[in-house]
């Protein structure tokens, strides 16, 4: 059978030797880069597999086998559709679990011993189909536009629902719409930081903040000129703070985005001034998650997406998170109920 990975003559020329008829196998294959993933794309963009031959048996004079050499024909289809995949995943996955998921999602019409052979050759965990759930790429009608986070930091979950976050203002679309003076501005505070002025560039970053925005280093200790958004996730209500399961609920969502680096799709501006959205992370549709481990409520007021429903039933059935309590109070009511919150 001449699947991708799972025939021998192929692997054995993927892992063993460093050239492949006088040509050495290109750098994607024999070493993993910085990103999880890249090797991957990078397989893909150059069509490797379409210079690595597939040895089939010989065919002798005695035996008549073939000896003409061939690649595996689904090869260079598997690996197109992995670059189209990895191109479309803004931001790309970070993590381990983040690629396998793209790569399970992608070949899903493929032979399962194919992708499994796949994700074992790059190191990738092989989660089940189940535990890789299909994203919405745009869940429902009416997606006013997409952004891409900074990594998130811990301190910026409000609670099981809310969260603050920012956005680059090199993204084409906040380039557009940054004030002239908040530009002039971080200039500014950056010229006086120079000079070692700390007052007046302390100064300078409380009007950006006022505006907005706010100056963050990078990981490369790069400053970089952000905008802040207050997201709230449709589609969920997580129990408040200072209700049962409030502090759970808070640190879940905590624990699937701090560090990490979000896909946003947003629809509209509530009546607080957040942007009402669907959070992607790592190729995990969040509010999914919410509602699978039981930390929050399918808020059907203003979401009626079937599946939410069924995500939420699921929990319940398995009584897990805020569903361990016989009869949780629901957020709206407790809100309801205590107008000052």
């Not at 289809?77 to 999602?105: D, M």
């Not at 946003?264 to 699978?292: N, P, W």
């Not at 808020?299 to 949780?328: C, H, I, M, V």
Request: net charge positive; with cysteine; aromatic share 8%.
């Amino acid at each position: 059978m001449a699947s991708l990975y799972c025939a021998a003559p192929i692997t054995r020329l993927l892992c063993s030797p460093q050239e492949v008829n006088g040509k050495p196998i290109p750098r994607p294959l024999r070493e993993r880069h910085n990103s999880i993933f890249s090797s991957i794309a990078s397989a893909a963009r150059s069509r490797v597999y379409d210079d690595i031959p597939y040895r089939q048996p010989l065919r002798s004079k005695k035996t008549n086998h073939d000896c003409r050499v061939r690649r595996p024909p689904s090869s260079s289809r598997k690996y197109r559709k992995l670059s189209a995949a990895w191109k479309e995943a803004k931001p790309p996955p970070k993590t381990p679990e983040g690629a396998a998921r793209l790569v399970i999602l992608t070949l899903k019409n493929h032979q399962k011993v194919d992708v499994q052979g796949l994700l074992a050759f790059y190191g990738l965990p092989n989660l089940e189909i189940s535990d890789a759930s299909e994203i919405p790429v745009s869940s429902l009608p009416g997606v006013q536009f997409k952004m891409e986070t900074l990594p998130v930091d811990p301190r910026a979950v409000a609670d099981g629902d809310t969260i603050t976050v920012y956005v680059n203002t090199t993204d084409p679309r906040e380039s557009s719409i940054v004030p002239s003076r908040i530009i002039e501005a971080a200039v500014n505070r950056a010229n006086a930081r120079s000079v070692r002025d700390f007052k007046t560039a302390d100064s300078l970053h409380k009007i950006i903040i006022e505006a907005g925005y706010r100056v963050i280093q990078g990981s490369n200790h790069q400053e970089i000129l952000a905008r802040k958004y207050r997201i709230r996730l449709r589609g969920i209500d997580a129990p408040e703070n200072s209700m049962p399961y409030g502090k759970e609920s808070k640190d879940e969502l905590t624990k699937l985005v701090q560090g990490k680096c979000l896909q946003i799709l947003v629809y509209e501006e509530d009546q607080y001034g957040r942007s009402v959205g669907d959070i992607y992370c790592d190729s995990i549709f969040v509010q999914e998650k919410m509602l699978k481990t039981g930390f929050a409520w399918h808020y059907t007021a203003y979401d009626k997406r079937p599946e939410f429903a069924q995500w939420e039933k699921s929990a319940r059935l398995a009584r897990r998170g805020l569903w361990a309590a016989s009869n949780p109070e629901k957020p709206w009511d407790y809100r309801k109920n205590n107008p000052r919150l």
